[in-house]
């Protein structure tokens, strides 16, 4: 495997060189007032990536996982209700955390490639006249299938039908990548991790708790200890952990955030779309589809393409990696082997995704597919052409 090659998995992402050296730091002792320079400033740039006002951030050594286990078992108690659907493999992996730790959920089964569906979500809130429900779990983007789900929607359902439950948002590969709004949608815990659209090494579990979120912890008495919110606020307040942190990926997260307000999130979004554009004119100009059903879900971190029927979707991720050292996705679950999935979130640029989408037609070719050598390089070239960034500070 080349370390030349960019990535083209949906994270871990391409980390810039500057976050690279930000993360790489000589020991320094976290219980000093240094640690107090890099924890705050890192914490209020998250703040400001989410677009919230008032949520209270934390950030755990963990991964978007672990974010998931904070929001869990800092709100919820054994035997209650949370209202899922699951589209693919995160949303099944976050009701299956739900169910290990005793919450009975109510699933909305939704074929794998389609959004979330607001409008069942508000039939069965409108039902719920006991507000038995607690929480609404919402993946805005499935990483598994390339899907956006509209957050908004979902947050009009729970208003439609006078519902308090609160409303949980895995944005793992979205926030810092595509259009967020924490405050405006009313999303009472978004979570996400270091790797994706940060930028940077795996290691973190990055949260957001909106103030309504915050008093649902006093009832809640699901066991919790490494991910107790409360022991982190105390912390901070101390300008310190309850245990030890990570503090270059801290200072990482520091300089991400800054990245990426100095880019102006509105033209890091921008970006992301820009790049997925090229890419899904590339599928087209291969007469390949999309595992996403129609054009408003489809995601701009990550495409997930079909194969024709027999083809293992699998030998193509293989075979990149084996003879041109490049790293895409596989097919999960339900798709595993039926779908290849190119990654465009992060520190890309229009030129790093074309080596991409050059590279995923030699391996195509070589595996027999009817791929006409240059055809989706061609079309990628011309919407990026005719598509130039209006800002020159890609992140790269
Ligand atoms: C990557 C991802 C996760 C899991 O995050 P980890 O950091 O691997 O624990 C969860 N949800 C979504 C949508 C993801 O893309």
Not at 78 to 88: I, M, T, Y
Not at 138 to 153: C, F, L, P, Q, R
Not at 166 to 174: E, Q, T, Y
Not at 276 to 282: K, P, T
């Amino acid at each position: 495997m080349s370390f030349q090659n960019p990535v083209f998995i949906p994270g871990p992402t391409n980390m810039p060189e500057a976050l690279r050296k930000a993360v790489d730091m000589p020991t320094l002792d976290h219980r000093s007032p240094l640690f107090g320079q890099i924890l705050h400033p890192a914490l209020a740039g998250v703040k400001k990536v989410l677009k919230s006002e008032n949520a209270e951030i934390f950030v755990f050594p963990s991964t978007g996982t672990g974010g998931w286990e904070t929001a869990i078992t800092n709100t919820l108690s054994a035997d209650d209700k949370v209202l899922a659907a699951r589209n693919g493999m995160f949303s099944h992996r976050w009701i299956d955390m739900c169910q290990r730790h005793g919450l009975d959920v109510q699933i909305v089964e939704t074929p794998w490639g389609e959004g979330l569906p607001a409008d069942r979500y508000e039939e069965i809130l409108t039902a719920d006249t006991a507000h038995e429900i607690k929480v609404v779990l919402a993946t805005h983007n499935e990483t598994a299938t390339g899907v956006k789900s509209d957050i908004a929607a979902v947050r009009r359902a729970l208003d439609a039908a006078g519902h308090p439950a609160l409303l949980f948002v895995d944005g793992v590969s979205s926030i810092a990548s595509m259009d967020f709004r924490m405050d405006e949608w009313g999303v009472d815990i978004a979570v996400t991790g270091s790797q994706k659209g940060f930028m940077l090494p795996p290691g973190l579990a990055i949260v957001g708790f909106s103030p309504k979120a915050m008093q649902a912890v006093e009832a809640a008495t699901l066991p919790r200890t490494f991910f107790d919110i409360k022991d982190m606020a105390l912390g901070y307040s101390n300008s310190a952990y309850p245990y030890t942190p990570s503090v270059g990926l801290l200072n990482g997260l520091n300089m991400a955030c800054g990245m990426l307000l100095d880019e102006g999130l509105e033209n890091v979004f921008a970006r992301h779309y820009r790049i997925a554009e090229g890419v899904r004119a590339a599928v087209r100009a291969w007469g390949l589809e999309l595992c996403a059903v129609s054009p408003d879900v489809y995601s701009d971190s990550v495409s997930a393409i079909r194969t024709p029927d027999g083809f293992d979707a699998n030998k193509f991720v293989s075979l990149a990696a084996e003879k041109y050292g490049v790293a895409f996705g596989t097919g999960l679950g339900e798709v595993a082997g039926k779908v290849f999935r190119i990654g465009h979130l992060g520190s890309l640029t229009d030129v790093m995704a074309l080596s991409g989408i050059a590279t995923a037609e030699m391996v195509m070719a070589d595996l027999g597919l009817n791929i006409q050598l240059g055809s989706g390089v061609a079309a990628a070239q011309d919407y990026y052409r005719g598509n130039q960034a209006s800002s020159t500070k890609a992140a790269a």
